[in-house]
């Protein structure tokens, strides 16, 4: 038997429950599998109060039942993953709710200047790379000594002064 304390909703396997719709966007009767925020943060692997905190600063919008509880669809667990990476890159809460409410210009600079980022972080962990490679070769007892890792800690130097914001400086 088939209970569900949700009107025109039927609980499916597992804790999923099935929603008949009538949207343009789908077709009539056609059933969307949604999820309640537990299951929803475990699909994300997130806690459920980050869930309710990317809804509290704007970046995700979960669907509420009549009785205030929110409900996922496939959309909305997608947006959650792709918060996720954004992160990862990254990317602030605000910068990716941007993302979503800005037009395209504004998207692409914000992922442009990300990328551009991660770019130049990519290439200053290169450089730290190839500096202990060397430390670890190096036949100088002392480092200070070695004229090699002089030329790194010049190139440092360098490199961090020329990509400091001037308030740091």
Known sequence: MNFSPYPGAS????STV????????????????TWRIGDAAALVSVPTHVLRHWEEVGALEPARLANGHRIYDDETITRARLIRLCQRAGMSLTEIGDLYRGDGQRRTALVRDRRDRIADQIRRLHAA?????HVLACAHPVVSTCPECSSFAARSASDTSQSEPASHR
Do not use: M, N
Request: hydrophobic share 40%; with cysteine.
């Open 11 to 14: 609980r499916a396997a597992g």
């Open 18 to 33: 099935e929603v008949q719709v009538d949207l343009k966007s789908i077709p009539q009767g056609a059933c969307v599998t």
């Open 129 to 133: 790379q190839d500096f202990l490679d």
